[in-house]
């Protein structure tokens, strides 16, 4: 099974800053990583998938980066909306979910 | 427009058999690149993928739960079926359905049920 470890575990930061979140890879799931959103008593909501391309409807303040087994989700300019939990999630071998990030406001 | 429900007991004993249906609207299991899946989510921890079916009827399974893991689909009903043998508290999540397509995107998971409370306890 791939591990997906995400970090931090919490970031705390204001509205207007820039966010960086990581997800490492146990072993290489090659461009096939997801990131996802989830707010409290919500289910989650694609944002990125294939580590760079935005889903649908989704703002360009947030991108994604990285290959192999080292990730990034930038969200360059906080909005109030963005603070939630983050999770990445691989579908190189069947589908595993890290830890997630929690965003909070600062 | 794309909308997936998910229905089902909402307590279940340990030892029993959990069925949770997937009623979904907006497209079709019988369009080619099309699958449905399903995700769970214990109290306040991440999330866990279970299971997913696709248009041809091919399924895929977590490999630690595949022992206990059955799904099947009714192209007719619009329906999604998971059943999980052996419940255990652990199994106490809330489980999602969603639809992915293997082309538009990539086969991750676009569209989710609101996800429905299962509690696992005697």
């Known amino acids: 099974e791939i591990v997906l470890t995400q970090s931090p575990a919490t970031l705390s930061l204001s509205p207007g800053e820039r966010a960086t979140l990581s997800c490492r890879a146990s072993?290489?799931?090659?461009?096939?990583l997801a990131w996802y959103q989830q707010k409290p008593g919500q289910a989650p909501r694609l944002l990125i998938y294939?580590?760079?391309n935005r889903a649908t409807g989704i703002p360009a303040r947030f991108s994604g980066s990285g290959s192999g087994t080292d990730f990034t989700l930038t969200i360059s300019s906080l909005e109030p909306e963005d603070f939630a939990v983050y999770y990445c999630?691989?579908?190189?071998?069947?589908?595993?979910f890290g830890q997630g990030t929690k965003l909070e406001i600062k | 427009q794309i909308t997936l429900k998910e229905s089902g007991p909402t307590l279940v004993k340990p030892t029993q058999t959990l069925t949770l249906t997937c009623t979904f609207s907006?497209?079709?299991?019988?369009?080619?690149?099309?699958?449905v899946g399903w995700i769970r989510q214990p109290p306040g921890k991440a999330l866990e993928w279970l299971a997913l079916?696709?248009?041809?009827?091919?399924?895929r399974y977590s490999p630690s739960l595949k022992s206990r893991l059955t799904i099947t689909k009714d192209t007719s009903k619009n329906q999604v079926v998971l059943t999980m043998t052996n419940m255990d508290p652990v199994d106490t999540a809330t489980y999602y359905c969603?639809?992915?397509?293997?082309?538009?995107?990539?086969?991750?998971?676009?569209?989710w049920g609101q996800g429905t409370l299962v509690t696992v306890s005697s």
């Open positions: 079916i696709y248009w041809d009827d091919d399924k």
């Open positions: 072993q290489s799931v090659s461009s096939y």
């Open positions: 907006g497209f079709s299991l019988s369009t080619s690149g099309v699958g």
């Open positions: 294939d580590a760079s």
């Open positions: 969603a639809h992915t397509h293997r082309w538009s995107v990539a086969d991750n998971f676009d569209y």
């Open positions: 999630q691989q579908r190189s071998n069947m589908y595993t």
